[in-house]
């Protein structure tokens, strides 16, 4: 990670040809309009998969300092990272724990979720506890059938959990399988079994116990599963995962350039495999974002991209470091900026849409853009930091 000074300098000049970019006061800008949809619930942000991919040393500093209640993240090493990087918010790790790492979640204050039987055994046979109680959160499944404990089993595990000197009951929570889905039934269904789940913790348990169900979908929809805090994770970048317009702003957006121009005739079957042919004579644009960034080879002869504020087709098939779009409509040329995710003008390619191009879920197209692609963090339309892995 590379912080840029305040005259907004020093940006490396070496820079490839393409870049994503994260708007960091749209992130706070979302963070604040999910904080006034679930109050009072608190929130944790799940940050886990480097942030859905935008970078999550700065994306947890900089909810932070807006005051966010809880981190989320699926490994104990993500959790290492970000005390390593001086992050003092609490961190649970949703993921599971393995025999090696328990010592990492005391020395790194991470507190652990707990989702079987053999995880509460880890822990109640772990010779380090002693001190100061493990801070430990239950999760319950209630028809994620996924991880989580079985509700017969939950009141032994709590019984065991509250005679055990070095842990602590801190949180019980579980997870929502189509909170998405908003004609779904499952939802209501698994509501239910987690309120019987409840009535389990004792009457001093009520009101410490930290208890979470709600994930980004439900915070926004589900009014009745916000707790004591929700999870929201995608909700923060600026997508809805219900698919409904909101008030949420896109974080991410990803640009390239090009770099040549070819003029081919027509019957010509540019790039591997000859997948597509040219209708007529044609000139192409190579942009050099391929699938080893993240540009999925499901785009081939399906995606678009924007230049000059137009939509203009991808054609062939998406290579490993490059890709070819159709210039043949517009006047566009050697150098000019190419818009693969995000905003040009007046046209917009949204995460839903690319998703939709490659059969897939705009968690994935997120989540598969690699430090590979720079990252430019921007504030005010201001570059702020720079992040790559080659600046590692």
Known sequence: MIKLPADGGGL?????????????????????????????????????????????????????????????????????????????????????????????????????TISSRDQLDLWTAWSGLGGTPQAIHVK???????????????????????????????????????????????????????????????????????????????????????????????????????????GLEPVMSVHSRVVQVKEVPAGARPGYGGTWTAPRDSRLGVVPVGYADGYSWRLSNRAEMLIGGTRVPVVGAVSMDMTLIDLTDTDAGLGEEVVLLG?????????????AWSDTIVYEVLCLLGLRLPRRYRRAGRDVAFDSRFTH
């Open 343 to 355: 905003r040009q003008g007046d046209e917009v390619l949204a995460a839903r849409e690319v998703a």
């Open 140 to 246: 319950v499944d209630v028809g994620m059938n996924r991880l989580g404990i079985a509700p017969p089993e939950l009141p032994t595990a709590l019984e065991e959990i509250r005679a055990h000197p070095g842990l602590e009951l801190a949180g019980l929570l579980s997870h929502l399988a189509e909170a998405d889905d908003l004609e779904s039934p499952r939802t209501a269904e698994q509501e239910k079994r987690f309120a019987e789940v409840l009535d389990h913790l004792r009457e001093d348990e009520r009101g410490k116990v930290q208890v979470h169900l709600a994930n980004s979908a439900a915070a926004l929809h589900h009014p009745d599963t916000r707790h004591t805090f929700v999870r929201t994770g995608l909700t923060l970048f600026g997508i809805d995962p219900a698919g409904v317009e909101t």
């Open 12 to 112: 490396p000049t070496a820079l490839r040809p393409a870049w994503a970019v994260v708007d960091l006061d749209a992130l706070e800008h979302n963070l604040a309009f999910v904080r006034r949809q679930v109050e009072p619930a608190g929130l944790l942000a799940v940050i886990k998969a480097d942030a859905y991919g935008h970078g999550a040393p700065i994306v947890a500093r900089t909810l932070e300092s807006a005051g966010i209640d809880w981190l989320g993240v699926a490994l104990a090493e993500e959790g290492v990272e970000l005390r390593r990087e001086g992050l003092t918010t609490p961190i649970l790790v949703v993921g599971t724990c393995q025999p090696g790492q328990l010592a990492l979640y005391q020395r790194y204050d991470l507190t652990p």
